[in-house]
């Protein structure tokens, strides 16, 4: 049980990574189509 409840949080911050970069390419994309 230990073993998995170490791993768990390193997960949790790749999943948030991830999230951050493709809110930021959402975004950029989004404000691209918005200007042309």
Known sequence: ???GS??????ISE???VQ???VRTLFQIR????NS
């Not at 404000?31 to 918005?34: E, F, H, N, Q």
């Open 15 to 17: 999943i948030q990574s």
């Open 20 to 22: 951050d970069v493709a």
């Open 31 to 34: 404000y691209r189509m918005a």
């Open 1 to 3: 049980m230990g073993h």
């Open 6 to 11: 170490k791993l768990f949080p390193q997960v």
